[in-house]
Structures are given as C-alpha cells and as structure tokens.
C-alpha cells in the first residue's frame, strides 16, 4: 500500500455540470473501488493551462495524479496505476490480467473516439450547415462499436470475469451515450451501465464529483 | 521469457499499402525491439469480421496476439503486455515506468484521436460540401496537441528518459502526419519521428509488414 495519501486534479467548474462526465470521475471511482483515500486540488480552465500545472500535465487537462515524488496524467494510466497497486480492479491470474487490460485500452481507444467525436460536435459543430449529416455518419459508427460490444457481452455481468479496470474505463465511456437511443438499441449494454452505476464506490465517487460543482455553483 | 512463440494478426492487403500505417506495424515493433520472434496470420477484410476472429477481438479488426492460451487484442495493450514480460520497453523504477505507460495512453487516448479522425476525413467525407471547413478543425485540433506535445519534448530524445513504449506508440501516432505542415512546424517532433524511424528494430518491423503488401500486389 502506498503510504502517501494522493492527490488528484479536477475541475472547479466542470463542463458538464457534475454529471460524471468529466474524467477525474474514472480517477475518483478507481480510489473508491479500492478504498485508498484521496485528496482533491480544483483547477479553473485559466489555471489548468498555467506552467505550473502544465509541469504535470502537458496538454493541461485534468485529471492528474500526485503521490509523492510521482506525478501521472491520463486517466486510463492513472486507473491501471491505482490497480497494480491494490487488490480488487485486475485478476491475479496474468492472462485474465492482461484481458482487463486490454478491455481498457478497448475503452479508450476503440469505444470511446466516436461517442467523444459526436459529444464535442453536438458542442461545436452544431450551427454548422453539415451538423446532421455528420451527426448521422458518427452515429453509423457508433452503433457499429457497440453492436460489437454487445455481442460480446452478451449476458454476461461483466466483460470478462469479474468486475475489473476495463469494466471501470468502458461504463465512463458509455455514460455518455446513457439515455440515449444509442445505448437503449441493446438493453444488455444498458444494464451494464446501470449495474456498474449502483456500485457503491461509483456512487461515492459521483457524488463527491457532484458536490463540487453544487458548491461552485453556490459560491457563485 | 515466454516459451511460446507469439503469432500476430495483420491485414492480408493493408489499406495503406504497406506503408507503415496499420497497427501491427506497433506490434511488429516492440516484438523487433525485444528480441521476440513471431509468427503472423495474415486476415483477408472478410475474415477479420467472421466469428473465428471475433472470439479473439470482439470489434473485427487487427492485430491480435496469441501465445499459449493467452490471446490479446488492441494495439496498445499487446505492446504494455510484451513491455511488461521483456527488458527494453519500460524502464525498472516504478515511477519511471508509470510515467511511460502515462505516454502511451496519450498516444493513444489524447493525440491520436484527432490525427485518425483527420486520415477517416481525408477518405470518408472528401466529396462531402463541408470537407475543407471540417479539416480545418480537425486540424486545429491537432495543431493544439502538437504543439503541447512539441513544447514538452523540447530538445530531449524520447519523451521521459530512455526510448520506451510511450514512446513506441507516439511515433506510430505521428508517422500519420509526418512529411505534412502540421508536423513540419516544430523541427523537434519531425527529428523525434525520424530519430525512431531510425532504430533497427524499426526497420526489421516496418520493412516485413511492407513485405506483406509488396507479396500480395505480386500475387494478386
């Protein structure tokens, strides 16, 4: 266990108004899974882009992690950092290890590129005149992805075993499209959202993400 | 040391013409840097999508790795996989290490995103009305990261002490705009490019997948 309790960056004011989407909330439900306490630094857009914060994180992004002399950024490294270090988020056993592990990367590299293209365009490209034709091809893509995945879920309780770091990273992918006729299209992939969602640890971690932006909403 | 010999996916006829784009090539590498010999089963795009190939990667695509019973998919987790049971790829200082397993999901999670969605754009939306008005955001966009990644290799070889894997996928992701203007502008990223181009492990990898396509074109 590591002795120094860390530290994690997160928004003062997140973007999407403290629904769990921002990424410090992968950091946050990592921590709570695995019962390691955490400190919470807040950063305001104009502060995430200063040197000292740049220092840590080089596109000057959160979240970070600090623990000591260590300082990390990216959220999936941040997560399989915390589950090397504690028992509960990857199998003992090496080959089921190096499966979570890849359902990780499956997360961030494979699922998540079209559903965080079509969020950013539905904030930035929406008064442009090719809007719904090209919501409409990121979508086909989308649906695509996750046909795939669940397919391969199927009715499994998890993607592979039991609950693990992909599992983690895949349902903050999926969040995004929660609701929507995206996710709703496979009832299976939609209780796989809800089932992680009731995880004690990611209620505590969402409600603490939750918090913040109540009281910076208060305070201001 | 493994006792098996890995066997690897790759395209039969990639869509790049071999020209080191499809993401064996990643693989490829790290098995070259390691010492690892392996074996590789070439997948035409219709086999890729039949179930035999689903049940090793759930989304169809290449590569996968075999060895034993273990068999992986995703580029980014063979490669931690092969650095993780190999000397050369991560260093040994545990803070180290996590710093360079940090660099390869912003490879693949931070700085990749843009530049793929750019090479998509440049094949899907070419004829499409808003094609010039979309490529010059998704150029921002990548415009943005390069020059925070440009600033924080500064003058340094490889990204955090000796060449890793982080480093491994970086070059992978930028060899998509190497020789265009959005490389070009920072001198430092385009000599880290070439500098990793350069090493021989590289160009055993890079010139046995070309071999692949040059096989096919004379066959086919």
Same mark, same amino acid.
């Given at each position: 266990?590591?002795s120094?309790?860390p530290?994690?960056?997160?928004?003062?004011?997140?973007?999407d108004r403290?629904?769990?989407?921002a990424?410090?909330l992968r950091?946050?439900?990592?921590l709570?899974?695995?019962?390691?306490?955490y400190?919470?630094?807040?950063l305001?857009?104009?502060?995430?882009?200063?040197?000292?914060?740049r220092?840590?994180?080089?596109?000057?992004?959160?979240?970070?992690?600090e623990?000591g002399?260590?300082?990390?950024f990216?959220?999936?490294a941040?997560v399989?950092?915390?589950?090397?270090? @504690?028992?509960? %988020?990857?199998?003992?056993d090496p080959? &089921?290890r +190096? /499966?979570?592990?890849a359902?990780?990367?499956?997360?961030?590299?494979t699922v998540e590129?079209p559903i965080?293209?079509?969020a950013?365009?539905?904030?930035?490209?929406r008064?442009?005149?090719?809007?719904?034709a090209r919501?409409?091809?990121?979508e086909?893509?989308?649906?695509?992805?996750?046909?795939?995945?669940?397919?391969r879920?199927?009715e499994s309780?998890?993607?592979?075993g039991a609950?693990?770091?992909?599992d983690l990273?895949?349902v903050?992918?999926?969040r995004?499209?929660?609701?929507s006729p995206?996710?709703?299209? @496979?009832?299976n %992939?939609a209780a796989?959202?809800?089932? &992680?969602? +009731? /995880?004690p640890?990611?209620?505590r971690a969402?409600?603490?993400?939750l918090?913040?932006?109540t009281?910076?909403?208060d305070?201001?």
């Amino acid at each position: 266990m590591p002795s120094h309790v860390p530290t994690i960056t997160a928004f003062e004011r997140s973007p999407d108004r403290g629904r769990g989407l921002a990424r410090d909330l992968r950091v946050r439900w990592a921590l709570e899974e695995v019962g390691q306490p955490y400190e919470v630094r807040l950063l305001s857009f104009a502060e995430m882009k200063e040197p000292g914060h740049r220092a840590i994180h080089p596109f000057g992004q959160v979240p970070t992690y600090e623990a000591g002399a260590l300082a990390l950024f990216e959220s999936g490294a941040i997560v399989l950092h915390i589950a090397e270090r @504690h028992a509960g %988020l990857l199998p003992q056993d090496p080959d &089921a290890r +190096a /499966r979570s592990i890849a359902w990780m990367f499956a997360a961030l590299n494979t699922v998540e590129p079209p559903i965080f293209e079509r969020a950013l365009a539905t904030i930035l490209e929406r008064d442009e005149p090719w809007y719904a034709a090209r919501l409409a091809k990121l979508e086909d893509a989308i649906r695509l992805r996750l046909g795939d995945l669940a397919r391969r879920l199927g009715e499994s309780e998890w993607l592979d075993g039991a609950f693990s770091a992909g599992d983690l990273l895949m349902v903050t992918v999926l969040r995004r499209v929660a609701g929507s006729p995206l996710l709703d299209a @496979h009832p299976n %992939l939609a209780a796989y959202v809800a089932r &992680a969602e +009731a /995880r004690p640890a990611y209620r505590r971690a969402f409600d603490d993400q939750l918090a913040v932006f109540t009281a910076a909403s208060d305070g201001g």
